[in-house]
């Protein structure tokens, strides 16, 4: 997974920097609560599709709804991704919030999964249906983790982001079964070499796909 910024798959410092300062602001909220309803979840995946679509077929980024409902109107990081056949499509994310509300975070996201994960090629409007979009909502903010206590993780509840520089690389939770590979994974992302001075971070994220509801 890998956090967007434009057309590059490098996320820079100072737009790290920024999202830091928007979630510092008006802090990323820890709550739950509104994720564990199933009505929810279809209404954020929906959304996701139907911006994921847009930008697909057309090039177009949909506007949010309005007026925004509590759920859409809050704070939130996110990352959106599609599988296809069982194996990774594309995904783009941030670890904080960057835009005004969760539905503009939630469009800017599918959109640049949709468009610019340049580890992949394009999506083509023909095979949209036979993607499966995942929702990934970051809860709380990242913390900071050693190597050693990385072993210690739950794969199947936690990510992990790796810095390296001023590049993330993230897996999600569910997207292995062992730490090791969280971390293997996470270096690999970040551009990491042997030799390089990394810095690790707890994510908590709660993750819903379509195929939930079909």
């Not at 919030?97 to 992949?120: K, L, T």
């Not at 249906?129 to 050693?146: C, H, T």
């Amino acid at each position: 997974m890998l956090l967007k910024q434009g057309f590059k798959t490098a996320v820079p410092r100072i737009l790290l920097f920024f999202c830091i300062a928007l979630a510092t602001a008006s802090p990323c909220c820890a709550d739950t609560s509104d994720f564990n309803d199933p009505a929810s979840q279809k209404a954020i995946l929906t959304l996701a599709r139907r911006a994921y679509d847009a930008y697909a077929r057309s090039r177009i980024v949909i506007a949010p709804p309005s007026p925004l409902s509590v759920l859409f109107s809050q704070r939130r990081a996110v990352f959106v991704s599609a599988m296809r056949s069982g194996a990774p499509r594309t995904c783009m994310g941030t670890l904080y919030p960057c835009q005004p509300s969760f539905a503009e975070e939630i469009i800017q996201n599918a959109v640049a999964s949709a468009g610019r994960d340049r580890r992949f090629s394009p999506v083509k409007p023909d095979e949209l249906n036979q993607l499966n979009l995942i929702v990934s909502i970051i809860v709380g903010s990242p913390k900071p983790i050693s190597e050693q206590a990385v072993q210690s993780l739950d794969p199947s509840r936690a990510g992990l982001a790796v810095l390296n520089g001023d590049r993330f690389g993230v897996v999600l939770s569910g997207e292995t079964d062992t730490p090791s590979n969280m971390l293997k994974w996470g270096r690999i992302r970040a551009g990491a070499s042997n030799g390089s001075t990394i810095r690790l971070f707890e994510v908590n994220d709660i993750r819903f796909m379509e195929s939930q509801f079909k």
